[in-house]
């Protein structure tokens, strides 16, 4: 399966062929914004620590000494400035649902890969990592000594055999530590030997040769907290006869059904792979009367297939996939799009854009990245216009995918989505400059003196080049662990707390008239996260740092009940003159959650916001189930199927309220 970032018809990776999965490329999570697991359920409850709102968040921490106007930019420039190679050019052939507006793709063909973080012989030869230690306060390792693993080398295998590590877990106390593996990519596996070890197992084929990490984690029997990762690296080479390799079948991607609108164009994007690295011819056995399959202008085993359904129904399509070597290897796969007459997403009362601008109150959602390369890319635009006057670039402005490789910018999909909101009257709110995650491998592994460069001239680059487009803007993005200590990031690590205002003020020299925010996740409630940003958020004022707003994430449950304290803190807010932002939104079901329930908290939200003079809008991350970061959860406002849930009519009713 495919990373789960839409396919720019233009773009060169990160194709999402619309399968279930939606992970990640960067950190293998599948938060697209908060850097939590969408199995984290913490409804506001777990992390709060205190009440007090007097904590002091700042204890030896290192001085902030940004002057009050910033140097020039750096000369010569760190990398590229964005020219005319760059520029987005126009999309041709049916490839996408729009008819609306002229669609943009990027320039490139097939990017390069970042290698800048790629591990060579030479750590490969230095041998097994050393052991990381994760040591609770409650435990003595003078008396409890930490667990490990014993007799582990770096392996090295050809392509095509199979390799074996066994991995046994020791503990001098006595006791049976158990193990989990940190991660398992496709074709790896961990069998249980069931006597306490476990056998790591896997066939590495034509596109594995290099140098890979496994990291396995041993856990104290006594103390589940006190743990010990160990990190291996696998070195993989070609075998002197390469026929020797297996050669497996192809496959085709899933891409899961969709629900679309009658005379509605549907666009699949279809990827073959092989798992030997060569690339497998597409058979779509039964396509739909007027179908197109276009080759996509970049990836070689990518095909988009366009029609227009004739009829209601569900359409089953079937497709092959066959080995470019033996042709007799294939892998098949059935698409279903269900195709609803247009009476099926119809809404009953007043829409909420509608209720929402009379009030002056910005309703919004974050916009799937390339919504118009997806089967139902149609009414995904149309339920977003009729239904919003807001957006959020939930993706298309992230570092790691707009500027991927020095020099390389991918401004298409944020263009498109520009494009898009000026034609349905949409103000935009970008999203964001300033993060932890989701940033390209080349920065990662920058040095530390020279990212304030870094980060300055990403800034400046991208605001000044939507500064007519994007008004408001999340300008640094979660800084606070949950405990209310500054993140170590990598921007901590280079510049210490000065990042933060040196973001702030390189963003109001870069866009003058934007609305700059600082946005974060629970600090909607009391607890020592929301105080330490409060605290920030004086110091930065009595600095003088230019901050315009506070956006709140809540990404939140069924049973939350810290409605006071939302209240609260959106006034501590107000009280240092800024605007509030409900920014990303969502209500997940658990634990026997229903609709009622969440359509009860929903509709409380929106309450607070409307009712709190400072509140400037509320956006949602995400409007249907079928694209939510935690779909399995149900929760936004329509479901997969574009239906309406008790949780929109809570919406309109309150909306429709003084």
Not at 68 to 95: K, R
Not at 179 to 208: A, E, I
Request: hydrophobic share 35%.
């Amino acid at each position: 399966m495919t990373d789960g970032i839409a396919l720019d018809a233009g773009a060169t990776d990160n194709i999402d062929t619309g399968n279930p999965d939606t992970v990640n490329p960067d950190n293998g999570t599948t938060d697209p914004d908060t850097g939590n697991n969408t199995n984290n359920t913490n409804t506001g409850s777990s992390d709060t620590g205190t009440t007090d709102n007097g904590s002091d968040t700042s204890t030896n921490l290192p001085a902030i000494t940004v002057p009050d106007v910033l140097p020039p930019l750096p000369s010569p420039p760190l990398t590229p400035a964005p020219n005319t190679s760059n520029e987005p050019v126009p999309v041709t052939g049916p490839v996408s649902t729009v008819s609306e507006f002229f669609l943009v793709r990027d320039p490139y063909g097939k990017l390069p890969d970042d290698t800048s973080a790629d591990l060579t012989l030479e750590d490969f030869n230095l041998g097994p990592l050393p052991a990381v230690v994760t040591t609770p306060s409650d435990v003595n390792p003078t008396i409890n000594t930490p667990p490990y693993f014993i007799n582990l080398e770096n392996p090295t295998v050809f392509a095509g055999d199979v390799l074996e590590v066994l991995f046994d877990p020791e503990d001098d106390n006595g006791t049976r530590p158990g193990m989990f593996p940190n991660y398992l990519r496709d074709g790896w596996s961990l069998v249980d030997n069931l006597n306490n070890t476990r056998t790591f197992r896997w066939q590495p084929l034509q596109p594995d040769v290099g140098i890979h990490e496994f990291k396995i984690t041993a856990v104290d029997e006594a103390a589940p907290l006190y743990r010990t990762e160990q990190t291996i690296r696998i070195q993989v080479l070609l075998p002197a006869d390469e026929s020797a390799i297996p050669n497996l079948p192809p496959v085709v991607d899933e891409i899961r059904p969709h629900t679309t609108k009658f005379n509605d164009p549907v666009v699949m994007t279809i990827l073959v792979n092989d798992p030997n690295g060569t690339v497998p011819t597409l058979e779509i056995v039964n396509p739909p009367p007027g179908a197109t399959i276009t080759p996509h202008h970049a990836e070689p085993n990518v095909s988009i297939l366009r029609f227009v359904p004739q009829t209601t129904g569900v359409l089953t399509i079937d497709a092959i996939a066959r080995d470019s070597v033996d042709t007799t290897l294939t892998g098949t796969q059935t698409f279903t799009i269900d195709v609803r007459d247009a009476s099926f997403f119809q809404r009953e009362g007043t829409a909420l854009r509608d209720i929402a601008t009379a009030r002056n109150f910005r309703l919004g959602y974050a916009s799937l990245l390339d919504f118009y390369y997806r089967p139902d890319g149609a009414i995904y635009a149309q339920t977003a216009a009729r239904e919003f006057n807001f957006v959020t670039t939930e993706n298309s402005l992230k570092w790691s995918y707009i500027n991927p490789l020095p020099g390389i910018y991918r401004f298409a999909a944020a263009d498109n989505l520009v494009s898009f909101a000026r034609l349905k009257g949409m103000e935009i709110h970008g999203h964001t400059l300033v993060w932890h995650v989701q940033l390209p491998d080349w920065l990662k592994t920058s040095a530390p003196e020279t990212r304030e460069g870094h980060m300055r001239e990403f800034i400046d680059r991208i605001m000044t080049r939507y500064a007519d487009d994007i008004p408001i803007w999340d300008v640094v993005n979660e800084v606070f662990e949950n405990d209310g200590t500054y993140r170590e990031s990598l921007w901590f690590e280079a510049m210490g707390l000065n990042y933060i205002d040196i973001a702030f003020k390189q963003a109001r020299l870069s866009a003058p008239n934007a609305r700059l925010i600082y946005n974060d996740n629970d600090v909607s409630w009391a607890g020592p996260k929301a105080n330490a940003m409060f605290d920030m958020l004086q110091g930065m004022q009595d600095r003088n740092t230019p901050i315009d707003g506070v956006g709140f994430q809540m990404h939140i449950f069924t049973d939350f009940d810290k409605f006071d304290e939302v209240e609260a803190n959106f006034q501590r807010a107000a009280d240092l003159d800024l605007d509030v932002y409900i920014t990303e939104l969502d209500v997940s079901k658990i634990s026997g959650g229903t609709d009622e329930q969440q359509a009860v908290v929903y509709e409380r939200v929106l309450d607070i916001c409307l009712k709190q003079p400072r509140c400037k809008g509320l956006q949602t991350w995400g409007f249907t189930d079928m694209y939510s970061w935690r779909s399995e959860f149900e929760p936004l406002l329509l479901d997969e199927k574009y239906q309406v849930k008790p949780a929109y009519t809570a919406f309109q009713r309150r909306l429709l309220e003084n």
